[in-house]
């Protein structure tokens, strides 16, 4: 497992932007495939976007069919850190954002496939 620290949260007007960053402890970080999860008051926890495993700088990412135009996930393996770039934010994406890591492949949305959480960290779009 690694260890997980979000970062990035805040409060945010309604067409803004948020970088959110997750950074992780230990050297097999560029092992893990590393996610984003979000948990919005009284509903389940629903996949964001996820970054491969990579030994090299090239990655595949994946991304729930109804951010993909307004959220990008990136990773850099010399920080051990993974990113998730939201624009033209929506009140609707008011949530608890999760940063999580696992040993499972490409395409994985499921949070059962992952392993390691982050504590989150809150974002809230204001109208």
């Known amino acids: 497992q690694v260890q997980l620290v979000e970062s990035g949260g805040g409060l945010v007007q309604a067409g803004g932007s948020l970088r959110l960053s997750c950074a992780a402890s230990?050297?097999?970080?560029?092992?893990?495939?590393m996610g984003w999860f979000r948990q919005a008051p009284g509903k389940e926890r629903e996949f964001v976007a996820a970054?491969?495993?990579?030994?090299?700088?090239?990655?595949?990412?994946w991304h729930a069919d109804s951010l993909k135009d307004r959220f990008t996930i990136s990773r850099d393996n010399a920080r051990n850190t993974v990113y998730l770039q939201m624009s033209t934010l929506k009140p609707e994406d008011t949530a608890v954002y999760y940063c999580?890591?696992?040993?499972?492949?490409?395409?994985?949305?499921?949070?059962?496939?992952?392993?390691?959480w982050g504590q989150g960290t809150q974002v809230t779009v204001s109208s």
């Open positions: 970054v491969s495993w990579s030994d090299t700088i090239s990655y595949y990412t």
């Open positions: 999580a890591g696992g040993t499972t492949g490409y395409n994985s949305q499921g949070a059962n496939a992952y392993d390691s």
């Open positions: 230990g050297r097999t970080f560029r092992r893990y495939t």
